[in-house]
């Protein structure tokens, strides 16, 4: 694997400095803090353990990794994933899910809401309550958040629909030395469905989130379990409050966390083409759903992996607590 760096004098040899087998995989950073694109891997065949080995290192490294011109099938995006650990498998997929590959996910615009009796624009409306809404990880409310998210193109708009990941790990290291040490003891509620604003006559979809509630404490701070790095672990989606703050106090506090996690030289952005596939971290990154294609009518549909995570860990060593219990999937 070559990894290549310019800006640090050319190519080098993979993580460890070792001379690494020629697998023909090429890591391209493309932006300063996150992100790199790989080329010379086929996913439509199995991986040798050489270069899931590399693969992984990367990931690791860069948060996520971009893929081109790779014309995945379900099958071959299980496959994929599997190289990775066990994939999820959750009941209730929704109605675009192909039902045969219980692994799959498939998220299709403008369908939000609407299994709920709601507009999706008033769906949308009713769950931004804050700027930073979008930026989550994915079921961060959940006591064991998904390790990786393997997401592949299937229609793609002609423009519009970009993904963007901010990297936590960064985003904690550039703060400062006692704010670092401020939040490294904190730890804060995270639930499904915070922020959301029912509407007080009829609404299924408040219902809905009562029913299937899903909380959790997590550390303010989490150590990285593959990495040992700490992680800002801060999401616009989940985030309710942080323990043993006023109110007012944790507002003002998780805003501006939220806005260092999201300063724009932590993030990178992506622009899908068909066949395009992203893997990332979501333990060491969040990421932004695109907001910019429902008014132009176009179809965006993306099918989705991911990965069996475990409960995160604080930088004292505990372990998160669960709010709710259980927390069926
Ligand atoms: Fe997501």
Excluded at 26 to 42: C, K, N, Q, R, W
Excluded at 126 to 154: E, K, N, Q
Excluded at 223 to 240: A, D, I, K, S
Excluded at 256 to 272: I, M, S
């Amino acid at each position: 694997m070559t990894i290549h760096q310019s800006a640090q004098g050319g190519s080098q040899p993979s993580s460890a400095g070792e001379p690494a087998q020629d697998t023909g995989i090429e890591v391209e950073p493309v932006a300063g803090h996150i992100g790199a694109e790989v080329t010379g891997a086929d996913l439509t065949v199995p991986l040798d353990d050489t270069a899931v080995t590399q693969i992984r290192a990367a990931l690791l490294r860069f948060k996520v990794l971009f893929f081109r011109d790779q014309h995945l099938d379900h099958a071959a995006h299980v496959a994929f994933s599997r190289h990775f650990g066990e994939p999820v498998v959750r009941p209730r997929r929704g109605s675009s899910a192909p039902p045969e590959f219980a692994e799959i996910e498939t998220a299709a615009n403008r369908l939000g809401g609407t299994r709920f009796g709601l507009d999706h624009g008033e769906w949308l409306e009713r769950r931004r309550y804050s700027l930073l809404r979008g930026w989550h990880c994915d079921h961060g409310s959940r006591i064991d958040p998904p390790a990786l998210t393997v997401l592949r193109a299937g229609t793609v708009p002609p423009y519009g629909g970009d993904t963007t990941w901010a990297n936590l790990v960064a985003a904690y290291s550039g703060l400062s030395e006692p704010l670092r040490g401020f939040v490294d003891g904190l730890r804060a509620e995270h639930r499904l469905g915070v922020g959301y604003l029912p509407n007080p006559i009829d609404d299924e979809y408040a219902r809905h989130l009562l029913e299937h509630q899903i909380a959790t404490v997590h550390p303010l701070v989490r150590v990285h379990p593959e990495t040992g790095e700490r992680v800002l672990f801060v999401n616009g989606y989940y985030l309710q409050r942080i323990q043993g703050l006023s109110r007012a106090e944790s507002s003002r506090i998780v805003e501006l966390l939220l806005e260092q996690a999201t300063r724009p030289e932590y993030t990178v952005r992506f622009r899908w083409d068909p066949g395009a596939v992203a893997i990332w971290d979501n333990r060491a990154a969040i990421h932004l759903a695109p907001d910019d294609v429902n008014h132009l009518g176009f179809r965006r549909i993306m099918h989705r992996v991911m990965i069996t995570g475990d409960v995160p860990v604080g930088v004292d060593g505990s372990p998160s607590q669960p709010i709710t219990w259980p927390q069926p999937w």
